[in-house]
Nanobody, 129 residues
Framework: QVGVVESGGGSVQTGGSLRLACAASGFTSRTQSWAWFRQVSGQEREGVASLVRNSQDSQTTYADSVKGRVTISKDSTKNTVYLEMTDLQLDDTAMYFC????????????????????WGKGTQVTVSS
């Protein structure tokens, strides 16, 4: 059984930074698609960043709203993916969810929530002025 746990959320002021972590257990696929989504209550879940990788290649995809401010990466020694967020703005306030699935998702599909099989419970990010 696959487990997904997010951490690293918190409260920051505008312009601040946070690093979110997503730790997966029981996930051993050789081709992995990971993603971060965010959701504000009452709104649809939005794809933020994705990392797709196998033993030979990797692909990152970012939403236009965060491009240049966010970096997704994976610790090669752990089953953990990180989301580094800088220059945080009020609009970044949301619950952030990590999702993963086996197989290679194309860049066009990698930020679509329904493509992912395993989800964490989320970590809250609150940005204030």
């Amino acid at each position: 059984q696959v487990g997904v746990v997010e951490s690293g959320g918190g409260s920051v002021q505008t312009g601040g930074s946070l690093r979110l972590a997503c730790a997966a257990s029981g996930f051993t696929s050789r081709t992995q698609s990971w993603a971060w989504f965010r959701q504000v209550s009452g709104q649809e879940r939005e794809g933020v960043a994705s990392l797709v990788r196998n033993s030979q290649d990797s692909q990152t995809t970012y939403a236009d709203s965060v491009k240049g401010r966010v970096t997704i990466s994976k610790d090669s020694t752990k089953n953990t993916v990180y989301l580094e967020m800088t220059d945080l703005q009020l609009d970044d306030t949301a619950m952030y969810f990590c999702a993963l699935s086996n197989g290679w998702l194309t860049a066009a599909a990698a930020l679509e929530a329904h493509r992912y099989k395993h989800w964490g419970k989320g970590t809250q990010v609150t940005v204030s002025s």
